[in-house]
C-alpha cells in the first residue's frame, strides 16, 4: 500500500492564482482531512470528509473548496491564492471514528506551497 | 472550544538525558490522546496512543505516556534521548462524543533537539 499521497510535494503561486491540491489514500478509509501547519501554531484542520460525496469545515476553512467525488480522493482548492496560505499542507485519513482501535490519522507527505 | 497546550516551545537536551514533553486538553469528557512526531522533512508519524486501560502508554522507539485524567494531562517521557530524537512532537486529542466526528485537535508543538 502507498498509504496516503499527495501532489504535487512544492508550488509556488503568485497572488490571485488558483490551483488544487490531491491527496489519495488506498486504505478505503471513510474519512479524509485537510490540515495546514506554521510554524508556531501546529497544525490546523481545514475541511474535512465524513465519506464520499460529503465535506465539512474545520477550524480555519476561509478561502479553501473541498471536493470529495470519489472515496479515495480529497481535493483541496485555492480559488484565489493569497500570501498568508504559504504554508505546508497536510492530508491524513482514518479508517472509523467511533472509539476502537481504528482512530489513528495517517498523515501524507505534505505539500508545501509559497504565494508571492 | 478545545483546546490543547504543550508548554514547551522548544527544548535542547544532551544525548542520554531525560525527556518530558508536557501537554495539558481541556475537554473535559472521554478523549483519544496521541503523540505524533516530525523528523525533518518529514510527515507527521504517530509515536503512541492511549484510548482506555491502562493510562501508561508505551510506543515506539523507547516513548511512553501517561494519561493523568484528573491534570487533563497526557505527558511524554523517555529515559534517555539519542541525537536521531531530534524532530518536532506534537500532542493530539480526539473528543471521544459529539459532532468532532474524529477531528484532532492538535496543540502548536515542541520541537526537540538532542546534542550528541
Known amino acids: 500500500n502507498a498509504g496516503v499521497t499527495q501532489t504535487p510535494k512544492f508550488r509556488v503561486l503568485k497572488t490571485g492564482q488558483s490551483m488544487t491540491l490531491l491527496c489519495a489514500q488506498d486504505m478505503n478509509h471513510e474519512y479524509m482531512y485537510w490540515y495546514r501547519q506554521d510554524p508556531g501554531m501546529g497544525l490546523r484542520l481545514i475541511h474535512y470528509?465524513?465519506?464520499?460525496?460529503?465535506?465539512a469545515k474545520g477550524e480555519v476553512p476561509d478561502g479553501y473548496n473541498v471536493s470529495r467525488l470519489k472515496k479515495q480522493n480529497f481535493l483541496l482548492g485555492l480559488e484565489s491564492a493569497a500570501p498568508s496560505q504559504t504554508s505546508v499542507y497536510f492530508c491524513?485519513?482514518?479508517?472509523?471514528?467511533?472509539?476502537?482501535?481504528?482512530?489513528?490519522?495517517?498523515f501524507g507527505p505534505g505539500t508545501r506551497l509559497l504565494v508571492l | 472550544a478545545q483546546s490543547v497546550s504543550q508548554h514547551n516551545h522548544h527544548v535542547i537536551l544532551s544525548e542520554a538525558a531525560s525527556l518530558e514533553l508536557g501537554c495539558n486538553y481541556s475537554y473535559g469528557g472521554t478523549v483519544n490522546l496521541f503523540w505524533y512526531v516530525q523528523y525533518p522533512g518529514q510527515h507527521l508519524q504517530l509515536l503512541l496512543k492511549y484510548f482506555s486501560g491502562d493510562p501508561l502508554v508505551k510506543g515506539i522507539k523507547g516513548f511512553e505516556a501517561e494519561f493523568i485524567k484528573s491534570k487533563f494531562s497526557f505527558n511524554l517521557r523517555k529515559p534517555s534521548v539519542q541525537w536521531s530524537d531530534t524532530a518536532e512532537y506534537f500532542c493530539a486529542v480526539r473528543p471521544g462524543r459529539g459532532s468532532t466526528l474524529g477531528r484532532l485537535y492538535f496543540g502548536r508543538g515542541t520541537q526537540l533537539t538532542v546534542w550528541p
Open positions: 491524513a485519513s482514518s479508517y472509523s471514528t467511533g472509539e476502537g482501535p481504528q482512530e489513528t490519522q495517517y
Open positions: 470528509s465524513v465519506g464520499e460525496g460529503t465535506t
